[in-house]
T-cell receptor, first 114, second 114 residues
Framework: GDSVTQMEGPVTLSEEAFLTINCTYTATGYPSLFWYVQYPGEGLQLLLKATKADDKGSNKGFEATYRKETTSFHLEKGSVQVSDSAVYFCALTSSSGANSKLTFGKGITLSVRP | EAGVAQSPRYKIIEKRQSVAFWCNPISGHATLYWYQQILGQGPKLLIQFQNNGVVDDSQLPKDRFSAERLKGVDSTLKIQPAKLEDSAVYLC????????????FGQGTRLTVV
């Protein structure tokens, strides 16, 4: 079945540091890939997405590129802020069949210190 | 646009009691999901509805969990009887019909079973 693997956390960085959060996936067909973020006390919200190979999703300074050859969708940001502290989830939807099923990784907690 | 509404936000019950959660999806969204998120883990899909039909309930513990979506709009998730390991955040999400569309999440219901 479909699965998403995220790097182990938590991750603690200083403000303005470079961020990379690794994500790899296993899926049949051609999935769409997502990064969701959960800020403290809030619900999950979509950060960015990519629907086909070589697509780059971007939002709020975050970027991730859909790499079919390495089955990866790593999240990057050039300069993190304290306000980026949150839990980040990589996810995919399988494209087989008429309906999409959204599968999540375990999530990783990012803490950014001033 | 109103988001996904869930209630209650918090619930504490004793083991072997029953509990019900309610979800009102975004207007026009045909697909509705219920996820269970145990502390430190990613959301796990319990059940997925397309309108008022079940698309996937393969990970729903059917001996104690049940869900319905009357008239293809609101949904309720019930646990009867609850166990200690059911302590988790229960997330409802909705999306437009079709493949690879974005899911919008409610804030969740935090259940504690004591």
């Amino acid at each position: 079945g479909d699965s998403v693997t995220q790097m182990e956390g938590p991750v603690t960085l200083s403000e303005e540091a470079f961020l990379t959060i690794n994500c790899t996936y296993t899926a049949t067909g051609y999935p769409s890939l997502f990064w969701y973020v959960q800020y403290p006390g809030e619900g999950l919200q979509l950060l960015l997405k990519a629907t086909k190979a070589d697509d780059k999703g971007s939002n709020k300074g975050f970027e991730a590129t859909y790499r079919k050859e390495t089955t990866s969708f790593h999240l990057e940001k050039g300069s993190v802020q304290v306000s980026d502290s949150a839990v980040y989830f990589c996810a995919l939807t399988s494209s087989s069949g008429a309906n999409s099923k959204l599968t999540f990784g375990k999530g990783i907690t990012l803490s950014v210190r001033p | 646009e109103a988001g996904v509404a869930q209630s209650p936000r918090y619930k504490i019950i004793e083991k072997r009691q029953s509990v019900a959660f309610w979800c009102n999806p975004i207007s026009g969204h045909a697909t509705l999901y219920w996820y269970q998120q145990i502390l430190g883990q990613g959301p796990k899909l319990l059940i997925q509805f397309q309108n008022n039909g079940v698309v996937d309930d393969s990970q729903l513990p059917k001996d104690r969990f049940s869900a319905e979506r009357l008239k293809g709009v609101d949904s309720t998730l019930k646990i009867q009887p609850a166990k200690l390991e059911d302590s988790a955040v229960y997330l409802c999400a909705s999306s437009f019909e079709g493949k690879n569309t974005e899911a919008f999440f409610g804030q969740g219901t935090r259940l504690t079973v004591v």
